[in-house]
């Protein structure tokens, strides 16, 4: 009595899974990057499904970046050293670390220094001698196999300084440049930015810019951020300095009130997304994260404020507008962990874009932290060794999408087949 329904069954699912609409409704069902990828690759006509922009922006809007893994260096030159996660080692991301080329094992160069971590890509710096300035290239750990994963970069332009404030890769995708560097340079109320872009091959000067600030930075720490056209630099002076790279101007912005700089890793900053920049706070056991959207517009050459505690060259300024997103008591949050000897002071050494996840060392045993800001979740990932007392940073590398597919031929048949049925 079972059969007749069977047959029935049977014969309705071939007829959806023959329909190209209904194929393409259920791939924009699909949330699994495997799931989806495997069903592009079933048949030619769902293959033509899947490589449609509106399914493709469908389902990327439903990806976020993956953390793989960080990318750990101190300043004592040595080489940086990748450290995959264990949660991507476990889970359907374990192909992409297990195929990729993360390390520099094979490199026989002395590194100095890795500048950015961002889409995919690892931007740094390295020399086989003092004596020689930094070349730069560009790597990119998960091109396919047999392609070259590294890009060497043609030497910056000579400037007033020897050594870059920072160097950033793009953070926008239609930004067509390989990478940003930023000189800058201040004197007592006066402060100089030179601001080169490397597109297409070679270095141009992207801006200039010069002000006179109505307070001093004291020092530029050398922790910087891109972000939607800005630069964002933490000061020692108790606000953030930043240089809008379409105006040429410089502006601040005040710290939250009790936030200020104590020492060189209590403090970061980290971009969201909708044009929200996130700072976070480390004093004595808390972790503050505060948050606010920064809405400022320019007519003509004057900075015009909304909702944010912005100060113009001329020394107006608008109310403060920060936001208390989160605040962790680490003692609670690291309490597992504390057991391998006392927590003493710790430091912020890595963030994730939207404040979702932070990497803390805990400074008295050596022990690099990650912490999911949501979920609370604490897992160490990182332990220093004993004679390294270098400040040391954590580069995240995350995977992002969307899944790369193969291309259709121009007159191939939409009932055709990938494999054999």
Not at 51 to 80: M, N, W
Not at 89 to 118: I, K, P, Q, Y
Request: proline share 5%; charged share 20%.
């Amino acid at each position: 009595m079972s059969s007749p329904p069977a047959v029935e069954d049977e014969d309705s699912a071939s007829k959806v899974l023959m329909d190209e609409y209904l194929v393409g409704d259920i791939l924009k069902c699909l949330h699994c990057p495997t799931c989806f990828a495997r069903a592009a690759l079933i048949r030619k006509n769902w293959l033509r499904n899947a490589v449609a922009q509106d399914i493709i922006h469908s389902f990327c809007s439903r990806q976020s970046p993956h953390l793989l893994g960080v990318y750990i260096y101190t300043e004592d030159f040595s080489k940086p050293e990748f450290v995959p996660l264990d949660d991507a080692l476990s889970s359907e991301l374990g192909g992409a670390l297990r195929h990729g080329n993360f390390r520099f094992d094979n490199m026989d160069t002395f590194f100095s220094h890795v500048w950015d971590c961002r889409n995919d890509r690892i931007l740094y710096g390295f020399s086989g001698s003092f004596k020689f300035p930094l070349d730069l290239a560009v790597r990119m750990p998960l091109h396919p196999l047999g392609q070259d994963t590294s890009m060497l970069l043609p030497q910056l332009p000579t400037t007033w300084q020897e050594f870059p404030h920072a160097m950033f890769l793009p953070d926008e995708d239609g930004d067509d440049s390989s990478c940003y560097s930023l000189d800058i340079a201040y004197k007592n109320h006066t402060v100089y930015a030179n601001v080169f872009v490397l597109r297409g091959g070679s270095w141009d000067t992207h801006c200039t810019a010069m002000a006179d600030l109505v307070r001093p930075p004291k020092e530029i720490l050398t922790r910087s951020l891109l972000m939607h056209g800005k630069i964002y630099m933490l000061t020692k002076a108790g606000y953030i300095l930043a240089l809008h790279l379409a105006n040429r101007s410089f502006f601040t912005v005040d710290l939250p009130r009790g936030v200020e700089f104590e020492y060189f890793s209590n403090l970061a900053l980290c971009r969201g997304d909708n044009s929200i920049l996130y700072l976070f706070h480390l004093k004595g056991d808390k972790l503050s994260i505060w948050m606010q959207r920064m809405n400022d517009h320019l007519k003509g050459d004057k900075l015009i404020v909304s909702t944010t505690c912005l100060q113009s060259m001329d020394g107006n300024s608008a109310a403060a507008q920060w936001v208390l997103s989160d605040t962790i008591s680490l003692h609670e949050a690291c309490g597992h962990i504390r057991v391998q000897g006392c927590m003493g002071d710790v430091s912020v050494v890595g963030i994730g874009d939207n404040a979702e996840f932070v990497f803390l060392e805990l400074e008295e045993n050596g022990i690099i932290v990650y912490m999911h800001i949501k979920s609370r979740k604490v897992k160490v990932v990182y332990q220093r060794g004993p004679d390294n007392d270098m400040a040391i940073r954590v580069l995240p590398f995350m995977m992002v999408w969307p899944v790369v597919l193969p291309k259709l031929g121009a007159g191939e048949s939409k009932s055709e087949g990938l494999y054999q049925e």
